[in-house]
């Protein structure tokens, strides 16, 4: 009995936690939206100068440019979340990229030239 009770209350978390994840995509990141809004060229130059030493390479767990497996989640949360912490820091990624003279439109460009190049469009 007490088994059975385990594996109900197992089940019933299961679905919660689903439920969760499909709470967050309705924050999807359009394109046309992104580009609207965040300078993208400048972005790119950002990205290169700064943001590529570890996202690049992967280094001290950086999720890789483009590696969609670990972007994916991420952008569901929206570019105001991925934003926050590019400026703010987020464990082992340092504020603004270790880059304290970055403004918060410089950072925001950055992570807009991320998101924009790996954003795949929906069918
Ligand atoms: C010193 C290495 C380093 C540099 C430089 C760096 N990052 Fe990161 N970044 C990381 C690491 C490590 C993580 C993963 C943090 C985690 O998920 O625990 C990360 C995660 C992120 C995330 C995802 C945050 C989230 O909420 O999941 C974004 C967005 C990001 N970086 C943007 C940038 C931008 C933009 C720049 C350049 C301005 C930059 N990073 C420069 C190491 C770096």
Same mark, same amino acid.
């Given at each position: 009995? #007490? $088994?059975?009770?385990?594996?109900?209350?197992?089940?019933?978390?299961?679905?919660?936690?689903? /439920?969760?994840?499909?709470?967050?995509?309705?924050?999807?990141?359009?394109? *046309?939206? @992104? $580009? *609207?809004?965040?300078?993208?060229? /400048?972005?790119?130059?950002?990205? %290169?100068?700064?943001?590529?030493?570890?996202?690049?390479?992967?280094?001290?767990?950086?999720?890789?440019?483009?590696? @969609? !497996?670990?972007?994916?989640?991420?952008?569901?949360?929206?570019?105001?979340?991925?934003?926050?912490? !590019?400026?703010?820091?987020?464990?082992?990624?340092?504020?603004?990229?270790?880059? %304290? =003279?970055? !403004? @918060?439109? %410089?950072? =925001?460009?950055?992570?807009?030239? #991320?998101?924009? /190049?790996?954003?795949?469009?929906?069918?």
């Amino acid at each position: 009995m #007490m $088994r059975f009770v385990a594996v109900c209350s197992l089940i019933f978390a299961f679905i919660c936690s689903a /439920q969760i994840v499909s709470a967050l995509e309705i924050a999807p990141i359009e394109k *046309a939206a @992104l $580009r *609207a809004k965040y300078n993208i060229p /400048q972005g790119k130059d950002i990205y %290169e100068r700064v943001c590529s030493n570890c996202h690049d390479s992967g280094v001290m767990e950086a999720p890789k440019f483009c590696d @969609l !497996t670990d972007w994916k989640p991420r952008m569901l949360l929206g570019m105001e979340h991925l934003v926050k912490h !590019t400026i703010d820091g987020f464990n082992n990624m340092p504020a603004k990229g270790g880059m %304290e =003279s970055l !403004t @918060l439109a %410089e950072s =925001s460009d950055a992570v807009a030239y #991320m998101v924009d /190049q790996c954003l795949v469009e929906p069918k």
